[in-house]
């Protein structure tokens, strides 16, 4: 059972959840902690927050329809590859003994804190690159497909997703970044539609094989689908940058709190 005091929680974390998945790429930093609040074990946890992510995806894509016109081509590329690339994550979790995934947590979200502290550095290389590929005129025309490599890169982004999916955005954001020469804010929307996809394939296998917890998910969901949708509005109009390090720190903070628990 979930106490009003949890559920109020849940609902709040939904929304800060949305908020930093559609903008930073980093929704189970706030959504999965509350999980595990509730006293929900890793496992359980994860595969609930998957489900109640979903909130967070539709959420984010119907706020981010400005950005996404023009974009059918690329959508109608890249969707079935971090489709079943959701499928593998998915499975693999699946497979994967509880007391190991509780060990493997900490570090996915240390990586994922940190991929957020240092993005700055990496979408400038990432812009020099294509600055570079453009003066040697080997800039990609539109529509053109997205090289192998990258498609490989988008099919394991995608299975990290439906794995646990912390830090997934950001990794997806700087392959679309440079698949793509998209402004940040367009190839931000185009993530939020293709984890999205990952992370809903992997939700319905969940749902069937998985042991998930419907009113923390529900509530979790509902929370997701006001913050995900206010989120790309807040990554037109606001600086990221005090929202990336407090971020980065917070998920430094929990990576060694979820570590210690896990290792003593």
């Known amino acids: 059972m979930t106490s009003a005091t949890e559920a109020v929680g849940l609902l709040g974390a939904g929304v800060g959840a949305g908020i930093c998945g559609s903008v930073a790429g980093l929704a189970s930093l706030a959504s999965y902690p509350a ?62 003994p509880s007391s190991g995934f509780q060990k493997v947590v900490p570090f996915l979200i240390a990586g994922s804190a940190v991929l957020i502290l240092v993005r700055p550095r ?40 439906g794995y646990f999916g912390a830090g997934a955005g950001v990794m997806m954001l700087a392959l679309l970044s440079l698949a793509t020469g998209e402004h940040l804010v367009r190839a931000n929307a185009l993530k939020n539609v293709l984890l999205g996809v990952a992370n809903a ?39 990221p940058t005090v929202l990336r390090i407090v971020i980065g720190l917070a998920g430094l903070y929990l990576a060694v709190d979820l570590g210690i628990g896990a290792y003593t």
């Open 122 to 161: 990496l979408q400038a290389a990432l812009d020099a690159r294509r600055r570079r590929l453009r003066g040697e005129h080997h800039e990609r025309p539109a529509g053109a497909p997205t090289p192998w490599a990258g498609r490989v890169a988008m099919f394991a982004v995608g299975a990290y997703g």
């Open 201 to 239: 394939v992997a939700a319905l296998g969940f749902a069937i094989f998985g042991p998930v917890h419907w009113l923390p998910a529900v509530l979790l969901g509902v929370g997701c689908v006001a913050g995900g949708y206010v989120g790309p509005a807040i990554a037109r109009a606001v600086p």
């Open 35 to 96: 999980l595990l609040a509730t006293g929900l074990s890793p496992v359980a946890a994860n595969v609930t927050n998957t489900v109640g992510l979903i909130g967070s995806s539709l959420g984010s894509v119907a706020g981010s329809r400005p950005e996404l016109r023009g974009q059918r081509h690329r959508l109608r590329e890249l969707v079935p590859i971090t489709l079943l690339g959701g499928v593998a994550g998915a499975a693999l979790l699946l497979l994967t």
